[in-house]
């Protein structure tokens, strides 16, 4: 006890505005539940475990520590079933989930001689006593981030739904037999809460959905909010656990299915029953009510009551359709969602280092199957874990190591590694023996609850619990890697990725400029129209300079195969038939050949500006590779955006050989008797100013606009056309500047492209680079986004130059022959909802990564994948 008074200046009692690690360790994944339990520095709040804590100890020379460990309790065998009272799972009073419960034990811990001392007890100072109190009642900074993150995602009561302005137009609707006001649709109905309106969502890609009445009838009324038919039923809490089993943590909606970010494996607070996730919440409404000034789903607190103007008692509905939680969930309950996972299948568990799985912390799929991948390759295994130990990396940490990425980095390597951590878990019913549990084939996994928070810490999406993009998250850690260690190139992992890209511009004057630039991915389109099972199709002449030679032999296939498809689909339609199964549809298959040659294939650009001829004109662009890195990371560009701005995913396959030889597309640079353009003048640097069209505004002005707002309006929308010009004019006739001269006016992007952009599910300020980008054009500002690494727009090629210097790094760089190690393949409409699954060769075999379950792979899903890394062979 004199030891601890000794040392009582070392203690502080934690203020509201500390935060308090007590969960896990921050330099490990130790919990109060590890055989040595965890220590809490009583003097700055972080834990550490058994073999961390001396190292905190050697660096701060704080001696006072709280211990905590959990110990399984021991539960008779007959223990009688409580009866729930709720309709949940894992809380009291809900359904049991046989989670084993545990036994707290908590000492004060003197170091360096672990003199341990009980907690509570009288004769411990009351100072001491103050602060583990406070320690104990705090909510642990683990725990708050990721109740931070899920709460910005949940649906909220809207203003427009608590202020809604009924008309009395003596509407009276009918509990059953509803039809669109405008067309014979029979589902997917929504009923405008304002005048009674009953119409139609919105059409989806393929076609099924509504024809945009609903939304229609909003932009031409404004009348706000509206509630799906046939989501409704009598018992309103019924309804709310009903649909809540599926839906409770719904990140985005949009009206009936569009951009959707669900994901039925990925719910935080969800419990998996028969292999789907069921969670539930006492907050949120299921009926699909729709909010169109704010493009949300919300919740309609007197929904009951909006219902009832129009006649419609609670008691006549029933539910009769999905929601759209449900719905996108019944989507991936598909083909890709069991091949890609190979459901159904039995694969052996894998224990030991490299085999550890990642805990999905609530939509991370992307970060985890990313993360496999990386730390799958020498370079990061090296850097990280090989010749970086956890106490090196402990020292070289600021004060807080949980905010730095090198620690976290180090952390998240030697748990995936060391091996530590994977070890077959005991079974959860098996308490009443804890020594001799049975173990069962699977582990707990790793939660990246901490690197999360630092990767994330500068990123507005990555920070939420929503789903993202692998590739994004891709670029983004690649990123962030490369800035924490700036200045230390010899010890950046990230450039074992990194290639340089050489563009080669011929300018119809015979003279060529060369654009250079560095990137760790290859972005290639897909090719459909050379899909080999749709009969034959001829290569393009630049083709066939570049002949790729692959190791594994074509896969035999019917060359008929996709027109047949379609012709007995058609059949069945007419006959009024379905599909009956997954594996009976057929999907164009696209080489990966072709989709290397289409990035080396010529291609025209537009507007380019030639300093050699002083005009704009259109030039013919070729690519290669400049140098060849130690991973080649392949993007397959699947999403893309169909007419009337929706996007879509290609149902297409991929054949993937097992390895690959890309010499060929090694660029040569300047060739002999080539000529460069000129470097460009100093008014050619100059951005042209765009000019209003004369047409468009003679038209504006017959309809009795003003001159000068008409040719703003057709500026600003970049003489995309009269109904375009129109649009903008009308909803900027109440801006202050709008009687400005142009001269003076800084011109800009159209608000109300960004406002598209952005309703898309961007971000506002990538809608507006996008836009710039792709001079005002929205589809090539789409294509911008999905596709970064593209150059081809005219405001990136308006200024030429002979040479385009790039970061004096040095790249690696040797042969072109690679082997696939590893997939990163996605299931689901969009790279914003569904799921993500990593496959990598490991120790010569398959193996997969789906979140904590890491097993060996049968049958890995080469022709899906979404990402696909290819490793360099020693030549």
Known sequence: MELLRANLPRVRIPEPTNRIYKHECCISFDTPKSEGGL????NTFLAFGKDCVGWNFEKTGNPVYLHIRQTRKLVCEDRPLKKPTLLAIGVDGGFDNNEPEYEETRNIVILPDYVTLPFPSVELPEKVRLAVDAILMAEGAERKEQVASWTADKKHVSEYALNLQQLGNGVIIHPSGWKCAKCDKTENLWLNLTDGMILCGRRNWDGTGGNNHA?????????????????????????????CKFACQETRYSEDNVLMLISCSDFATGTRLNGKSRGFTSTCR???????????SVLDPLLAQHLAFFGIDFSSLRKTEMTTAERELDQNTNFDWNRIQESGQEMEPLFGPGYTGLVNLGNSCYLAATMQVVFSTRSFCSRYYMTQSLKKAFEAAPADPTVDLNTQLAKLAHGLLSGKYSVPAPEKEDTTNVANATPIAKQEGIPPR???GVIAASHPEFSTMRQQDALEFFLHFIDQVERVNAGKPEFDPSTSFKFGIEERLLCPSGKVAYNRRHDCILSLSIPLHLAINKGKASLPAICLRFPFVLSDADVQYNPDELEAFHKSKGE???????????????RPRVRLVDCLRSFVAAEEVHDFYSTELKAKVTATKTAGLISFPDYLVLHMRKFVMEAGWVPKKLDVYIDVPDTIDISDMRSKGVQPGEELLPEPAAEDMAEPKLLADDDIVSQLVSMGFNNLHCQKAAINTSNAGVEEAMNWLLSHMDDTDIDAPISQEAQSVDQSKVDTLVSFGFQEDVARKALKASGGDIEKATDWIFNPTNVSSSSDMDVSSSTTSIADSPLPDGGGAYRLMGIVSHIGTSTQCGHYVAHINKDGQWVIFNDEKVRVSKNPPKEMGYLYVFERLNS
């Open 286 to 296: 299921c009926s699909d009510v729709f909010s169109y000034p704010e493009d949300e």
């Open 572 to 586: 069945r339609d007419t006959q009024g038939k379905e599909v009956r199964s997954a594996d009976e549809i057929v």
């Open 215 to 243: 939304i229609e009838h909003f932009k031409e009324t404004g009348y706000p909010v509206a509630v799906k038919l046939g989501t409704i039923t009598a018992d309103l809490d019924a309804a709310e656990h009903e649909s």
């Open 39 to 42: 220590y809490i520095d009583m």
């Open 450 to 452: 901490m690197f999360k």
